[in-house]
């Protein structure tokens, strides 16, 4: 079983920004596929942004421009670089991991965007 825990949540004015880290226990991590989800309010789970193990990259139109995913697999690390940040950016943010059969979930970290 994989354990995700993310970090770097936290309260931004608008046009600030956050890193987000979401650091596995699974060792090798450089064969799973990584992603971002958020839970924004009244709004079901979205994707925010994904990275394959090769190294490609989607963001939702929404981010594009903005955010950023990037992996460091020898720390078994994802991360979400964050500017720019706007008050509808805020919500409840998920880091997802998922190698063949098995796909694993963070508990979430809350982000704030609020002047």
């Known amino acids: 079983q994989v354990q995700l825990v993310e970090s770097g949540g936290g309260l931004v004015q608008p046009g600030g920004s956050l890193r987000l880290s979401c650091v596995a226990s699974?060792?090798?991590?450089?064969?799973?596929?990584g992603a971002w989800h958020r839970q924004t309010p009244g709004n079901q789970r979205e994707l925010v942004a994904r990275?394959?193990?090769?190294?490609?990259?989607y963001y939702t139109d929404s981010v594009k421009g903005r955010f950023t995913i990037s992996r460091d697999n020898a720390k078994n690390t994802l991360y979400l670089q964050m500017n720019s940040l706007k008050p509808e950016d805020t919500g409840v943010y998920y880091c997802?991991?998922?190698?063949?059969?098995?796909?694993?979930w963070g508990r979430g970290t809350q982000v704030t965007v609020s002047s």
């Open positions: 990275i394959t193990s090769g190294g490609n990259i």
């Open positions: 997802n991991a998922w190698l063949g059969a098995g796909d694993y």
């Open positions: 699974e060792t090798p991590f450089n064969n799973y596929a």
